[in-house]
């Protein structure tokens, strides 16, 4: 005797019912991409761990650039003040007192 109905039945529904034998290969399917999506992150997780580090590297050498320019900034506004504060000195020196040697006064100048 042939069934009609034998041709239509799938070969696991010996064990599974085709509901579930769908759902096993779907959940076998998101299990292997989810191993994959894994190793594929552990591959990558150097490579984005390095490139953090490359950012926080470059971060962190734009602020000692900054700050250096500030200080610079700061020194030589420091020796600027200096520099118009001893001149201002000298001028005040000649301006007070007339007496004063001039040799001296050009040494101190040339400094």
Known sequence: VY????????PSSFLF?????LLFLFLLFLLFLLLSLLLLLMLMLPSILSLLLLL????????????LFLSLLFLSLLSLL???LLLLSL????LFNRN????????????
């Open 56 to 67: 926080l590297l470059l971060l962190s050498s734009l602020l000692s650039l900054s700050l």
């Open 17 to 21: 019912p085709p509901n579930l034998f």
């Open 3 to 10: 069934n009609q109905n034998m041709l239509h039945v799938h």
């Open 91 to 94: 001028l005040l020196l000649l």
């Open 82 to 84: 200096s520099l118009s």
């Open 100 to 111: 004063y040697n001039w040799t001296v006064l050009l040494t101190l100048m040339s400094f």
